[in-house]
């Protein structure tokens, strides 16, 4: 069997490895028309950080995972192809600001149409809207020259900076196809690809449509859930409750659970924002306008979040960080990730340098030109916007210090040192809720967590 995956990204590299890593005799070649992209995946430096990554490229790549530009040669060659392009919200005409771009989906559907030589099965990997399925199937057919393929559904349910353990070990594989006897051939090929190492009774099998709305809900349940606890932080500030006991006390009743019930100054990430906002264009379109306004609701709960602990740090510094110093510890939307999609930094930085702050930022992972291009876009260089090379430099001089991202190393610094060398009074607003208040206190550290 040959596989081939469109797209060299956060989704298509990683997935493409472990195939490559579960199933020895199945080729795998992941092709991008990104030359750069490619050059990396093919280099001792990998265009994306994930641990355990490396290791895995390094035992496949070469023998029976491959990286590549030749896009078409991949689509003539390959028995399964998988699509695992960028799937953005759209910023122009109908739908703006929540339908998903699905140009890149179209793209790809005519370029396979146009190359293959033989039948093929289609795996939709974007996250794409309910029955684009649908849209990818009539191309093909206006476009098959004889040729029959067939069209499966198989989301992605990676968490960054877990990516690598969730494809090892994963919660369930989802694989939806047609009700036709070639539609279920399909699907079972692909089911025995990843029977592979994934247990049978994991991998879940429906309909085309449940497939592709599946992903949509699982990331809405879990962004409402972080929504939902980010709402309470505030209440928790405002009656001098802590969050985390809330937190704790009602993540014990087992029709809750514990998980994503930490308190913080928003998610961030490629997938939860952009998800929900399409499930509500979806809702709209199909006239459940009260539908789609409750979800609509998770998205507004995390934007005031941001904004509201930015407005907390100007309020505590005297109403006032014109001219100050303010370092920013974390840019990267979570840990373990140099991805920064929709970082609660971003619009931290923003909030900050539109207060007149002197705003320095430190992030173990994302280059200095990354940061600087989601926090100024496209506009003229900002000279109050600098990065700094270690957490300890960034603090020198600081009035306070914003922890934006949980990264270890930010729980293992010298506090004392840190103190030393910051303006005082010294604040520290911990906005993912990792560090020791009390301990900082007692250093003499004015702090701050969220719903503290």
């Given at each position: 069997?040959?596989?081939?995956?469109?797209?060299?990204?956060?989704?298509?590299?990683?997935?493409?490895?472990?195939?490559?890593?579960?199933?020895?005799?199945?080729?795998?070649?992941?092709?991008?028309?990104?030359?750069?992209?490619?050059?990396?995946?093919?280099?001792?430096?990998?265009?994306?950080?994930?641990?355990?990554?490396?290791?895995?490229?390094?035992?496949?790549?070469?023998?029976?995972?491959?990286?590549?530009?030749?896009?078409?040669?991949?689509?003539?060659?390959?028995?399964?192809?998988?699509?695992?392009?960028?799937?953005?919200?759209?910023?122009?005409?109908?739908?703006?600001?929540?339908?998903?771009?699905?140009?890149?989906?179209?793209?790809?559907?005519?370029?396979?149409?146009?190359?293959?030589?033989?039948?093929?099965?289609?795996?939709?990997?974007?996250?794409?809207?309910?029955?684009?399925?649908?849209?990818?199937?009539?191309?093909?057919?206006?476009?098959?020259?004889?040729?029959?393929?067939?069209?499966?559904?198989?989301?992605?349910?990676?968490?960054?900076?877990?990516?690598?353990?969730?494809?090892?070990?994963?919660?369930?594989?989802?694989?939806?196809?047609?009700?036709?006897?070639?539609?279920?051939?399909?699907?079972?090929?692909?089911?025995?690809?990843?029977?592979?190492?994934?247990?049978?009774?994991?991998?879940?099998?429906?309909?085309?449509?449940?497939?592709?709305?599946?992903?949509?809900?699982?990331?809405?349940?879990?962004?409402?859930?972080?929504?939902?606890?980010?709402?309470?932080?505030?209440?928790?500030?405002?009656?001098?409750?802590?969050?985390?006991?809330?937190?704790?006390?009602?993540?014990?009743?087992?029709?809750i659970g514990p998980k994503f019930l930490k308190a913080s100054v928003?998610?961030?990430?490629?997938?939860?924002?952009?998800?929900?906002?399409?499930?509500?264009?979806?809702?709209?379109?199909?006239?459940?306008?009260?539908?789609?306004?409750?979800?609509?609701?998770?998205?507004?709960?995390?934007?005031?979040?941001?904004?509201?602990?930015?407005?907390?740090?100007?309020?505590?510094?005297?109403?006032?960080?014109?001219?100050?110093?303010?370092?920013?510890?974390?840019?990267?939307?979570?840990?373990?990730?140099?991805?920064?999609?929709?970082?609660?930094?971003?619009?931290?930085?923003?909030?900050?340098?539109?207060?007149?702050?002197?705003?320095?930022?430190?992030?173990?992972?994302?280059?200095?030109?990354?940061?600087?291009?989601?926090?100024?876009?496209?506009?003229?260089?900002?000279?109050?916007?600098?990065?700094?090379?270690?957490?300890?430099?960034?603090?020198?001089?600081?009035?306070?210090?914003?922890?934006?991202?949980e990264w270890d190393d930010f729980k293992q610094l010298d506090y004392a040192r840190v103190f030393a060398g910051m303006?005082?009074?010294?604040?520290?607003?911990?906005?993912?809720?990792?560090?020791?208040?009390?301990?900082?206190?007692?250093?003499?550290?004015?702090?701050?967590?969220?719903?503290?």
């Open positions: 069997m040959k596989i081939c995956c469109i797209g060299a990204g956060y989704v298509g590299g990683p997935t493409m490895a472990m195939i490559a890593l579960k199933a020895p005799g199945i080729e795998v070649r992941v092709v991008d028309m990104n030359a750069t992209r490619i050059e990396a995946w093919n280099s001792s430096v990998l265009p994306i950080y994930e641990p355990g990554l490396d290791d895995v490229v390094r035992q496949t790549r070469g023998k029976n995972l491959h990286f590549s530009t030749d896009v078409h040669g991949a689509i003539r060659t390959a028995d399964i192809i998988f699509v695992a392009v960028n799937t953005p919200t759209k910023t122009y005409g109908v739908g703006a600001g929540r339908a998903a771009d699905l140009r890149f989906i179209e793209s790809v559907a005519r370029t396979i149409a146009e190359h293959a030589n033989g039948p093929k099965i289609i795996v939709e990997k974007s996250t794409i809207p309910v029955r684009t399925a649908e849209t990818i199937k009539d191309i093909l057919a206006a476009n098959a020259r004889g040729h029959q393929f067939e069209v499966l559904s198989n989301p992605e349910f990676l968490a960054e900076g877990t990516a690598i353990a969730d494809l090892h070990a994963p919660d369930r594989v989802l694989i939806g196809g047609e009700r036709t006897p070639g539609g279920q051939a399909a699907l079972q090929k692909l089911v025995e690809v990843y029977a592979h190492w994934v247990p049978r009774d994991r991998i879940i099998t429906t309909n085309l449509w449940s497939s592709e709305l599946s992903k949509l809900v699982a990331n809405a349940f879990l962004a409402q859930r972080i929504s939902s606890i980010n709402s309470v932080s505030a209440l928790c500030e405002a009656t001098g409750a802590d969050v985390d006991e809330v937190a704790n006390a009602i993540g014990r009743d087992s029709r928003g998610f961030g990430g490629s997938c939860f924002q952009k998800d929900i906002l399409n499930l509500v264009y979806l809702c709209e379109h199909f006239g459940l306008p009260e539908v789609a306004a409750y979800w609509e609701g998770v998205v507004k709960m995390n934007d005031w979040q941001k904004h509201r602990f930015a407005a907390k740090i100007v309020r505590t510094l005297f109403n006032t960080v014109a001219d100050k110093k303010i370092a920013v510890l974390g840019f990267a939307f979570k840990k373990d990730t140099n991805d920064t999609r929709e970082s609660a930094a971003i619009a931290i930085c923003r909030d900050l340098l539109a207060e007149q702050a002197r705003v320095v930022v430190y992030d173990p992972k994302v280059p200095a030109e990354e940061i600087r291009a989601e926090v100024l876009g496209r506009g003229p260089d900002e000279p109050r916007l600098s990065i700094a090379g270690s957490a300890y430099e960034a603090a020198q001089g600081a009035h306070a210090l914003a922890i934006a991202t303006q005082q009074p010294a604040h520290v607003f911990d906005g993912r809720n990792i560090l020791d208040l009390p301990r900082l206190r007692d250093l003499g550290f004015r702090a701050y967590g969220i719903g503290k």
